[in-house]
């Protein structure tokens, strides 16, 4: 693949949401955020200086997808060392946590929504953690100096988008009568265009830039967390909080047609899932048939469908049980599963294979498939800088406005990721204390020659790993433009025949595909929210996009622009 061809048809000019720069760049799904991380870098901080600053931002201008007591995954690349590393601030089961929480007395599932919303939905939350072991490591900034910014912002308010209308027009009915009293003012929905200001958020993040992260963990913060939780049937402890730890992981990656791809390892289950499918993809050569072609929507339908078959089977917490990763992306098994795709028709029921005879030292846990994922919101953004260093994140609440649980006199949202794990206590991603739920997360760098040339990732949790995989195979196997790869309708499913799609699928591809026995769902659905940075070593250029489904804008740093800050 000739990446020179791929360099030539990346645009300067254009929409709102496109920026390029020669000194840094930060993409995010809000443009005060955005904002927040290239006057980070204007001031002579590092790429993950920016990205903490970033992420405290969004906590003040995207409170209903991320905040400050969400997961996260952070993957680093230190230019100097040219190593990736990936910091994982992933939410973890309390330890008091019972293997049946989400069943009834008969021993049905508790439904979604029922489950989500009480005290019992509430891990262990790692993103502030994770934060703070990565400022350590690579941050050249301290962290009060970080959470000025986004101090100021919440000081000053926030401008209500399309996105907080969206999110409380379809999940305001899972807030808390405490969150009610903010989103809701007077019973009254906040709308368009009005500007907010959270003062308890203020007063938070205040308080954490005065005492750091230890005060959410072990002081008076943790308390009043672990407080909310226990009057709403939790079981978060003190305990939980002030022993949870963000591990720093080595990442996974794999080759595809000359690029390496590089994601987190498990339990993130979003990369392991990314590079399965990418080697499938590579076998099939995507690039043959049109972007627009009925053959590459079968393709990557049929591609999700595999992946998605084998995920749940397979993909747990590596502490408690053996992952097949090796197995996973085995040639040989990858041939055996190649045999699913006939173009014909739609295989009716596509179960898991067997990776374990590819991957001899280790067990099978003998437990059950996870059924199918249920959707969910996050957030992704990116920061580059002039060192060459990048660093990207992907965090979450889990679903929209999290447990709907606000905390009371702090202002923010309690995450509800222990619904990420499965509710049938025998399936092999069921509740355990002190497991990490598997997380479909799908922050990724793309290497060529050894250097970088893409970062990405996106919100929407089961559908994630879908958004990644067609924007990264729109650029490299289309050569499409980084924004318009972005944004080229894409479609999801997992198991069974319905497809959700996005505006602009051909109607004859669909035709097509429906006579093969696809059901494609009633009105289409906007898939994910793509942030991105596409790095031209040539020119020595980034090259910032941001997906239009929400109204996030790349934030370009100039080399003259930051010599005169």
């Not at 009293?181 to 954490?208: A, D, I």
Request: proline share 6%; glycine share 8%.
């Amino acid at each position: 693949m000739d990446i020179h061809e791929i360099l030539k048809k990346q645009k300067k000019e254009g929409e709102r949401q496109r920026a390029w720069g020669d000194y840094g760049m930060v993409v995010s799904a809000t443009e005060e955020s955005s904002k927040i991380g290239a006057d980070i870098l204007k001031k002579g901080g590092n790429a993950m200086d920016a990205l903490a600053a970033v992420q405290f931002g969004l906590a003040v201008s995207e409170p209903f997808n991320t905040g400050l007591a969400s997961s996260g995954f952070i993957i680093y690349y230190d230019a100097e060392k040219k190593e990736t590393k990936v910091i994982q601030g992933h939410s973890k089961a309390p330890h008091k946590s019972k293997k049946n929480v989400f069943v009834d007395e008969h021993e049905d599932v508790i439904p979604f929504l029922e489950r989500s919303t009480p005290g019992t939905a509430v891990a262990i939350p790692g993103i502030l953690k994770a934060f703070d072991k990565a400022l350590e490591l690579y941050g050249s900034k301290s962290w009060s100096e970080l959470m000025e910014p986004a101090i100021r912002l919440s000081e000053e308010g926030v401008v209500v988008n399309k996105t907080w209308k969206s999110g409380l027009d379809r999940f305001g009915n899972r807030l808390s009568d405490e969150a009610k009293k903010f989103f809701f003012p007077n019973g009254v929905p906040l709308t368009e265009g009005e500007k907010v200001v959270n003062k308890e958020l203020t007063k938070t993040l205040k308080r954490l830039q005065e005492k750091g992260a230890d005060d959410f963990y072990c002081g008076e913060i943790a308390h009043a967390i672990v407080d909310i939780t226990h009057k709403l049937d939790g079981c978060l402890t003190l305990e939980d909080l002030a022993n949870y730890e963000a591990k720093v992981q080595e990442p996974l990656q794999a080759n595809y047609k000359g690029f390496d791809v590089v994601v987190p390892s498990p339990p993130n289950g979003g990369g392991l899932a990314l590079l399965y499918m990418l080697q499938l993809l590579e076998q099939l050569d995507l690039s043959q048939y049109e972007a627009d072609s009925w053959e590459r929507y079968y393709i990557l339908t049929e591609t999700l469908r595999i992946m998605t078959s084998d995920k749940l089977a397979y993909l747990a917490d590596p502490d408690f049980y053996d992952v097949p990763v090796d197995g996973m992306l085995h040639p040989d098994y990858i041939k055996e599963r190649l045999k699913i795709y006939n173009f014909e028709y739609r295989s009716e029921d596509i179960l898991p294979g067997n990776p374990w005879e590819y991957d001899n030292d280790k067990s099978p846990s003998g437990l059950k498939p996870q059924k199918d994922d249920k959707g969910s919101e996050t957030t992704h953004f990116i920061a580059a800088d002039r060192h060459g260093n990048i660093a990207a994140c992907t965090s979450s609440l889990e679903h929209t406005f999290g447990s709907g649980i606000m905390v009371p006199g702090y202002g923010f949202l309690l995450n509800n990721d222990m619904t990420d794990f499965d509710p049938d206590p025998a399936g092999v991603n069921g509740v355990e204390p002190n497991k990490y739920a598997v997380s479909a997360k799908t922050p990724t760098f793309v290497f060529k020659d050894g250097k970088p040339f893409l970062a990405l990732g996106s919100p929407g949790g089961p559908t994630i790993v879908a958004s990644v995989m067609q924007t990264l195979i729109n650029v490299i196997d289309y050569q499409m433009d980084l924004k318009e790869a972005i944004e080229a309708p894409r479609v999801y499913n997992g198991t069974g025949p319905l497809i959700w799609w996005e505006e602009g699928i051909p109607s004859s591809a669909k035709q097509k595909m429906e006579k093969m026995n696809y059901d494609f769902d009633k009105i289409p659905l906007e898939i994910g929210n793509v942030q991105a940075i596409l790095f031209d070593q040539v020119n020595g250029l980034m090259y910032g996009a941001s997906d239009s489904s929400r109204p996030g804008k790349p934030a370009c740093v100039n080399k003259d622009e930051a010599e005169n800050e």
